[in-house]
C-alpha cells in the first residue's frame, strides 16, 4: 500500500496550492479519503475528508470557503485545493485513507511541507 503526497513548497499568503496524494495497493474507491495536518508544537488535525459513498465533504472549520477536497476515481488520486493560505495553515500535510473490513484499514503518507510565508 502506497500513499504518495505531492504539491507542497513554499507560497506567500494570499496565494494558493493543490496537493495530490496518489493511492495504489488498495481500492481507492471503496475509501474515505482525507487530509490532515500537524504544525509544529501541536497535535495533529483533521482538514478535510471525503467519503468513498456519495463523496460527502467535510472541513474543518478554519479551511471553510478557503480549501476544496476532491477525488478523481479513475487515477486513484485525492486533491486538496487551497486558496488564500494564510501563515497559520503552515504544516505538514498528510493524506489518510480509511476503509476496509469493519472501517480497520488506515493507511497514511509520508506528508508533504506547506509553508505560507512572506
Known amino acids: 500500500v502506497q500513499l504518495v503526497e505531492s504539491g507542497g513548497g513554499l507560497v506567500q499568503p494570499g496565494r494558493s496550492l493543490r496537493l495530490s496524494c496518489a493511492g495504489s495497493?488498495?481500492?481507492?474507491?471503496?475509501?474515505?479519503m482525507s487530509w490532515y495536518r500537524q504544525a509544529p508544537g501541536k497535535e495533529r488535525e483533521l482538514v478535510a475528508r471525503?467519503?468513498?459513498?456519495?463523496?460527502?465533504?467535510t472541513y474543518v472549520d478554519s479551511v471553510k470557503g478557503r480549501f476544496t477536497i476532491s477525488r478523481d476515481k479513475s487515477k486513484n488520486t485525492v486533491f486538496l485545493q487551497m486558496n488564500s493560505l494564510k501563515p497559520e495553515d503552515t504544516a505538514i500535510y498528510y493524506c489518510?485513507?480509511?476503509?476496509?473490513?469493519?472501517?480497520?484499514?488506515?493507511?497514511w503518507g509520508q506528508g508533504t511541507q506547506v509553508t505560507v510565508s512572506s
Open positions: 489518510n485513507a480509511r476503509g476496509g473490513m469493519y472501517y480497520s484499514n488506515d493507511y
Open positions: 495497493g488498495f481500492t481507492f474507491s471503496g475509501y474515505d
Open positions: 471525503i467519503t468513498s459513498a456519495g463523496g460527502r465533504t
